[in-house]
Nanobody, 124 residues
Framework: QVQLVESGGGLVQAGGSLGLSCAAS????????MNWFRQAPGQEREFVAG????????YYADSVKGRLTISRDNAKNTAYLQMNTLQPEETAVYYC?????????????????WGQGTQVTVSS
């Protein structure tokens, strides 16, 4: 079983950049998809970015393509989300999630193991 802890959230001005990290512990990190979701106040949780277990395939919400980049380093048991040109509407709690393809990915979240979340606030 994998445990996930996000870090790197904070306050950034519109147009700025921020990098998030997701540190994993446990036995199965290298076998899991790694994903980022976000949830704004009063809103549903939405998929942001994901990567296959070997990092070969990456998926992005249409709204973040070209601005956000997901990566993973299995040797370090860490996933990353580099966020550029952030906008105020992207203010949310960002969650790291891991699981199996078809259960935790760009189209499914019922099988995800979740981190505790990290707050990202983009000011105007």
């Amino acid at each position: 079983q994998v445990q996930l802890v996000e870090s790197g959230g904070g306050l950034v001005q519109a147009g700025g950049s921020l990098g998030l990290s997701c540190a994993a512990s446990g036995r199965t990190f290298g076998s899991y998809t790694m994903n980022w979701f976000r949830q704004a106040p009063g809103q549903e949780r939405e998929f942001v970015a994901g990567t296959s277990w070997n990092g070969a395939m990456k998926y992005y919400a249409d709204s973040v393509k070209g601005r956000l980049t997901i990566s993973r380093d299995n040797a370090k048991n860490t996933a990353y989300l580099q966020m550029n040109t952030l906008q105020p509407e992207e203010t949310a709690v960002y969650y790291c999630a891991a699981g199996l393809t078809g259960q935790c990915d760009n189209s499914s979240d019922w099988g995800c193991t979740w981190g505790q979340g990290t707050q990202v606030t983009v000011s105007s």
